[in-house]
């Protein structure tokens, strides 16, 4: 049930589903002229707010600036690469598929050809009520990755968890079992601040190796020093940046919603 309410009760905090409310809100209680005339400037400064860059770039870059790049390092024993960056295999698909965090995998793979010697430990299981797919994303990161070189005998599959919490605990579990020490920890940059505070938590010391960023150096100097015509592009709301806002948020939920379960 946590992990169903998890992903529900959040669509109605982002700024589409907030705006969608207050918009229904003010439908129903139309005869109630003032206040439904409230309600719905409420619904047009939500959309407005969320929907421009200046906020997007900002929330996001909260997250995905705090912690470098992963750099140079002397000794790797095993790379954890969490899941969300695969579509299964379900037709009409021709096989298993990439979506916008594919940079994970490419990222892993680059860190195992500059440390053969380290086990890729691929996290990441099914969610019942949402994807009836007969592979698991541990299974669908495997395949791809054997497409781009790396060898089946490289990998260990954890494909039990549902979440961001049970990814550390198996894979955790795997680590300690395994005796690894110098573990490399490979997520999207605005997903690796919660990813790291849960490997701690679980007694695992990793080094972040963030990748998937969306706010670059230079797309983050010319958002706070626009030309006229990115000013106006970056003032109106559009669905990218509603959709960025709403990655960050649920970053933001997330570890919230983690802090009350004691998992943090």
Known sequence: MFI?????????IYPPGLASILILAALLLW???????????????????????????????????????????????????????TEPGIAPRPMTEVNAAADRLLYAA??????????????????????QSPSTPASD?????????VPESAMLL?????????DALYSCEM?????????VLVTSAMHMPRSVKLFTKQGCNVMPAPTDYTITEVAW????????????????????NMSQ???SMKEYIGMFAYHLKGWL
């Open 175 to 183: 680590i300690k079992k395994a005796g690894y020490t110098n573990v």
């Open 245 to 247: 806002i709403a990655k």
């Open 221 to 240: 100097q010319r958002t706070w020093h626009p030309s006229f015509e990115e000013f106006l592009i970056n003032l109106v709301p559009s669905y990218s």
């Open 158 to 166: 954890q494909d039990k968890s549902q979440n961001t919490y049970e």
């Open 31 to 85: 005869k109630k002229r003032k206040f439904s005339k409230v309600l719905l400037i409420l619904a047009f400064v939500v959309l407005f707010i969320g929907g421009n860059r200046y906020l997007a770039n900002s929330i996001a870059r909260s997250l995905e600036w705090q912690y470098p790049n992963l750099g140079s390092v002397q000794s790797v024993d095993a790379i954890v690469v969490l899941g969300g960056a």
């Open 4 to 12: 169903f309410l998890s992903k529900f009760l959040p669509l109605f």
């Open 141 to 149: 990161m495997s395949s791809l990755l054997q497409l781009i070189g």
């Open 110 to 131: 680059k860190i195992y050809k500059d440390h053969p010697e380290a086990k890729l430990l691929l996290s990441g299981g099914d969610i019942d009520f949402l994807d």
